[in-house]
């Protein structure tokens, strides 16, 4: 599957941002879908996953209760909706496919396909 990931930019602290991923082919539904970010001399680390039928999520602790990830299989796209913005949220946010179950230790390894990334950018 080949991920496109938009929606970055720059805001300020406490304001609100949705990304996209839109993914190519007609398997969209059979995988997982999870967000990952990284910021300037840091690893990639984990935001959130949705599972295929949107009936799990599991999510950070740095963003649980101000972010959701939802998807929409219709349309082959998943959403990460960003609330209440901090400083330290600001990295290339990238989105992720996965035909792995998922648990809440999923981590980088576990996914195989990436889209581009897009900037997120919170200024305070």
């Known amino acids: 599957v080949q991920l496109q990931a938009s929606g970055g930019g720059l805001v300020q602290a406490g304001g609100s941002l949705r990304l996209s991923c839109a993914a190519s082919?007609?398997?969209?539904?059979?995988?997982?879908m999870g967000w990952f970010r990284q910021a300037p001399g840091k690893e990639r680390e984990f935001v959130a996953v949705?599972?295929?039928?949107?009936?799990?999520?599991y999510y950070s602790d740095s963003v649980k209760g101000r972010f959701t990830i939802s998807r929409d299989n219709a349309k082959n796209t998943v959403f990460l909706q960003m609330n209440s913005l901090k400083p330290e949220d600001t990295a290339v946010y990238y989105c992720?496919?996965?035909?792995?179950?998922?648990?809440?230790?999923?981590?980088?390894?576990?996914?195989?396909?990436w889209g581009q990334g897009t900037q997120v950018t919170v200024s305070s």
């Open positions: 082919g007609r398997t969209f539904s059979s995988y997982a």
């Open positions: 949705i599972s295929r039928n949107s009936d799990v999520t």
């Open positions: 992720a496919a996965t035909l792995s179950y998922i648990t809440s230790k999923i981590t980088v390894s576990d996914f195989d396909s």
